[in-house]
């Protein structure tokens, strides 16, 4: 962050925050690819998979992200198999940084602020850059819009799915 939403640093479930280029020059990659983006979620616990493929070193069963590689490797196959949401945690000291999860996915955005114990719900089409909090606005006319949504609804289901999320990386499970 350099001043967006009034914050500084990356420690924040914001669009700002946890978003980071990630620019792959693999020789393998097709010639027609090279050049293009790709908007699917990859995340940090990708990349030691993605390198140990790449040096074709067997992926132990017990590390968590998948191997970039299938995204250029195998499009047509990665795209339909391949993560459409991710849970983010941030845990920090009680005041200075406040710990924040979320569930993240390309339409919508949950975060849950626990010390404060204060949610936000956004709808990331809609409002890329996180300016209207459906669940604390009194924009009426964006909430006439979002009743169209059922913004509840979505509410109750993304909170039981980030927590069903948070409960399989505690158990260790592979996600």
Do not use: C
């Amino acid at each position: 962050f350099h001043g967006q939403h009034g914050l500084a640093e990356k420690w924040f479930a914001y669009e700002e925050s946890i978003r980071v280029p990630l620019i792959i020059r693999d020789p393998r990659m097709p010639q027609k690819l090279r050049g293009t983006t790709n908007d699917e979620f990859t995340l940090n616990i990708d990349l030691a998979p993605t390198i140990l493929g790449a040096a074709n070193i067997t992926v132990p069963e017990r590390m968590q992200g998948r191997d970039i590689a299938q995204l250029y490797l195998n499009p047509h196959e990665a795209k339909a198999t391949w993560r459409k949401e991710f849970w983010y945690e941030w845990v920090g000291p009680k005041i200075q940084l406040p710990s924040n999860t979320a569930l993240v996915r390309k339409e919508a955005k949950y975060i849950f602020w626990p010390q404060y114990n204060y949610e936000q719900l956004f709808y990331l089409d809609k409002d890329p850059y996180e300016e209207n909090d459906l669940l604390h606005t009194n924009n009426q006319t964006l909430l006439a819009e979002e009743r169209e949504r059922n913004h509840k609804s979505t509410l109750k289901e993304m909170k039981a799915r980030m927590h069903d999320l948070e409960q399989q990386v505690i158990s260790g499970a592979k996600i």
